[in-house]
Structures are given as C-alpha cells and as structure tokens.
C-alpha cells in the first residue's frame, strides 16, 4: 500500500513509510493505518504541513478525542477549509488544536468546533502556547463554576446576558456557544480590556463558519 501510494502521488516511499511509522507509534489501529497514511500525505500536499507534522499532531488530538478512523478524512478537510478561508495557516491552527483538545474534549468541544476556536485565536494572532493555556483555563473555570455554583458563575452568566440557570444549560449542552455569548457580553464592557476589534474579529469567527457543515 505505502509503494502504490508512492506511485500515486510522487513522494517517496521512506517519507511515507515514515508518516505510517509515525501513525503506529501514536497509537493508530493497524488496519487504519494505510488510510490514515493517505490523508496525511494529501494534507502534506494541500497544507503548509508536511504529511509527517500532520499525522503527529492529528493522531494525537484523534486519542485524545476518540476519533474513529471515517472522521480523520473530514477533520482533514475541515483544517484545509478554515486555513484556506481565514488569515491564518493550518500549522498554526493544528498547533493550537493540539493544545486545546483535551480541554475542549472535557467541555464537550467537537473536533470541528476545537479548529473553529483555534482558526479563531490565532487569526487574532494568538500564540499556541499561550493562547491555548489561556483559553484551557478559560473553559476549565467555567466548567467548574457550573460544578461548583462559585461566586464566578453568576458574573459568567451577567455578562454573557443569562440567568444562572440559562448560562448552565448553554454550557453544559454547547460550551463553545456559550463562551461566544460571553465574549459578546464583554464587547458591551467598556472595562473588559479587550480592544473592539478582536473582540469583532474573534465574534465573526466563531459565528460565520458552520463547522457542523464542514464536519
């Protein structure tokens, strides 16, 4: 299979034979593979990722995340559509998603909607390793406002325009829409510190691209 891909596509079959190597090592199933192999080595042809890059990152968001091996393609095609749509590129995206899964995965995040909040932050340029760690703990203090009934929930839930009960429900069944709400709240607070524009650029993200669609 890695010598009729080579043939197929033109690269070679030791770099190939690395990217399945790879996929191996990070704990994708043997009979997935080959076809996994073959969405990396697409991904190093449509991307600024190399084949290899990808499949180490993507395999490590897919345990993370569960993925099953008939979602690596759309995963995929969702990364080449928001890198090919949006001023950012798809390492930068892949290298945020990667730090963000597996907080978003206890929030209940999508894997699409991981890339949509990563294209998100780094099109306001948004370091990986600082806005991810950011944004981590941004969901980890709701989630334990929510569990807890803090003080912090109820501020969540005045700026985000929610009764406590409301801003609950919006996170325990779409967390990712109910962080849109409350960066749309801070837009409204003149003391958030958080200039107009990223606030609108981060806004029109999360809000013009449906990644359910794209998924």
Known sequence: EIIDLSKATGISKNEIAGVAQSAGQLGIKVNDIAEFTKIMVDLGVATDLTAEESA????????????????????????????????????????????????GDLVGLTQAQILALSTAMNSLGAEAEAGGTAMS????????????????????????????????????????????????????????????????????????????EQI
């Open 56 to 103: 180490m990152a993507i395999a490590k968001i897919a345990n993370i995340t569960g993925m099953t091996m008939d979602e690596y393609s759309k995963f995929g095609a969702t990364l080449t559509a928001l890198g090919n749509n949006f001023a950012t590129q798809e390492s930068n995206i892949l290298d945020m998603a990667t730090r963000l899964a597996s907080t």
């Open 137 to 212: 703990k941004m969901f980890r203090k709701m989630q334990l406002s929510i569990e807890t009934g803090d003080k912090n929930l109820a501020k969540f839930a005045k700026v985000s325009g929610m009764s406590v009960k409301e801003f609950k429900k919006a996170f325990e069944t779409d967390a990712l829409g109910a962080l849109n709400a409350f960066v749309k709240g801070l837009a409204k607070i003149e003391e958030s510190g958080l200039s107009g524009d990223k606030i609108l650029i981060l806004t029109t993200c999360l809000c013009s691209l449906d990644v359910r």
